[in-house]
């Protein structure tokens, strides 16, 4: 049976820890706007402050209307589900409070150049003001082998590219992905 907190219990924020990966939903005002549903999965990207708040480094891909979406209205929900021990989905709904974009001083407080995930684009600072639960019964198990490199292994060589050419939007740099 599901149940509503108003923060993080602490024993989803363990579980939440040992998640490979996650989903984020948001969408716009406009009535013929389309939700944007979003899976994220590379590790160490996620991370929870405390019981009220989230954050995770948001990485290139193929679009950036999570950030548009947030910058509209900040209406963000965060998806886990078990995929191997007991079944439970968790939601963490709130607001996405904060997108600090690469290169500022506030996504400097976040993360460091040692630490930053290649391709990297921001950080979304998420205040959560309610989080539910379900059974998560109809989720099935998979067997977790590892994680993807090839978003990394890109991102490494588009940034390469981009250091090459200062001031230069190259081609197929990640300034030219990124817009």
Excluded at 17 to 32: D, G, N
Excluded at 37 to 58: I, N
Excluded at 138 to 159: C, K, M, Q, S, W
Aim: aromatic residues 12%; glycine residues 12%; proline residues 5%.
């Amino acid at each position: 049976m599901g149940k509503f907190y108003d923060e993080i219990p602490d024993h989803l924020i363990e579980w939440i820890k040992k998640q490979h990966m996650f989903t984020v939903a948001t969408a716009p005002l406009s009535p013929t706007g389309h939700v944007n549903v979003s899976t994220k999965g590379v590790g160490g990207t996620f991370h929870v402050v405390d019981s009220r708040q989230v954050w995770y480094e948001d990485l290139t891909g193929s679009g950036d209307e999570t950030i548009a979406h947030l910058k509209e209205n900040g209406r963000i929900t965060i998806l886990f589900s078990a995929f191997e021990g007991p079944p439970t989905i968790a939601r963490l709904f709130g607001t996405g409070t904060c997108v600090h974009e690469f290169g500022s001083p506030e996504y400097d407080l976040f993360i460091s150049a040692v630490t930053r995930t290649p391709g990297s684009r921001a950080v979304i600072v998420i205040d959560v003001h309610k989080v539910g639960t379900s059974c998560g019964y109809g989720v099935p198990y998979y067997e977790f082998i590892g994680h993807r490199d090839t978003l990394l292994n890109n991102a490494t060589i588009f940034e390469k590219r981009d250091l090459e050419a200062p001031g230069f939007i190259a081609e197929k740099g990640m300034k030219a992905i990124w817009g």
